[in-house]
C-alpha cells in the first residue's frame, strides 16, 4: 500500500508553514516588507550591529541569503552596512532610524498573525504546540542524526 502523504503531520506542517507565510505576506506588505524580512530586523533589534555571519546563523539560512535580504533593507533605508572598527574587512548591519521605527509595526504584524493562527485554540493546546513543534524543528536541523532502521510505516490519521 502507498503512502497518503496528505495523511502526514510533515504534509500538514508544511501546508500550514505555506498559509502561514501568504498571511504574513499580506500583512508585512501593508508595512512595506516582505517575509523574512522581519526577521532581519527583528535580530537587528535584539543585537544591533551583527555581522553577516552572525544574522545567517541567528536567522538559519545561508550567508548568501542575508547578503540579498541585506542588500534589499538597505536599499528601503531599514538598515546600513558599515565597516567593523576593529577588522575593516568585516561588514557589520545596522538598524537605520527609519529600521528601528518599523519594529514595533513588525510587532504589531506578529501579534495580528499570532492571533489568527491560534484563534480556537485553548492556552493549554497553544503551549503543547510549541513544544512539539520545538522538537520537530530540533529533529529537522542539519546535523541531528537519523536512526539508520527503515522507515516505518506512518500511521493514517482518523479523519476529523
Given at each position: 500500500?502507498s503512502l497518503n502523504?496528505?495523511k502526514t503531520?510533515?504534509y500538514?506542517l508544511?501546508?500550514?508553514?505555506?498559509a502561514?507565510?501568504?498571511?504574513?505576506?499580506?500583512?508585512?506588505?501593508?508595512?512595506?516588507?516582505?517575509?523574512?524580512?522581519?526577521?532581519?530586523?527583528?535580530a537587528?533589534?535584539?543585537?544591533?550591529?551583527?555581522?553577516?555571519?552572525?544574522?545567517a546563523?541567528?536567522?538559519?539560512?545561508?550567508?548568501?541569503?542575508?547578503?540579498?535580504?541585506?542588500?534589499?533593507?538597505?536599499?528601503?533605508?531599514?538598515?546600513?552596512?558599515?565597516?567593523?572598527?576593529?577588522d575593516?574587512?568585516?561588514?557589520r548591519?545596522f538598524?537605520?532610524?527609519?529600521?528601528?521605527?518599523?519594529?514595533?509595526?513588525v510587532?504589531?504584524?506578529?501579534?495580528?498573525?499570532?492571533k489568527?493562527a491560534?484563534?480556537g485554540?485553548?492556552?493549554?493546546d497553544?503551549?503543547?504546540?510549541?513544544?512539539?513543534?520545538r522538537i520537530?524543528?530540533?529533529?529537522?536541523?542539519?546535523?541531528?542524526?537519523?536512526p539508520?532502521?527503515p522507515?516505518?510505516?506512518v500511521?493514517?490519521?482518523?479523519?476529523?
Amino acid at each position: 500500500m502507498s503512502l497518503n502523504h496528505r495523511k502526514t503531520v510533515t504534509y500538514r506542517l508544511a501546508q500550514t508553514a505555506r498559509a502561514h507565510r501568504t498571511r504574513a505576506s499580506v500583512h508585512l506588505g501593508r508595512i512595506g516588507l516582505h517575509p523574512g524580512q522581519e526577521s532581519v530586523l527583528k535580530a537587528l533589534s535584539d543585537a544591533d550591529g551583527q555581522s553577516m555571519s552572525e544574522l545567517a546563523a541567528v536567522l538559519g539560512v545561508q550567508p548568501p541569503t542575508v547578503t540579498k535580504m541585506i542588500a534589499r533593507l538597505g536599499a528601503q533605508n531599514f538598515v546600513e552596512r558599515r565597516a567593523s572598527d576593529a577588522d575593516g574587512r568585516l561588514a557589520r548591519v545596522f538598524l537605520t532610524d527609519i529600521g528601528r521605527e518599523k519594529i514595533a509595526a513588525v510587532d504589531h504584524a506578529w501579534k495580528r498573525i499570532e492571533k489568527e493562527a491560534m484563534a480556537g485554540i485553548e492556552d493549554k493546546d497553544r503551549k503543547k504546540l510549541r513544544k512539539l513543534l520545538r522538537i520537530i524543528e530540533k529533529n529537522l536541523l542539519p546535523g541531528t542524526s537519523t536512526p539508520a532502521d527503515p522507515v516505518e510505516e506512518v500511521e493514517e490519521e482518523e479523519p476529523a
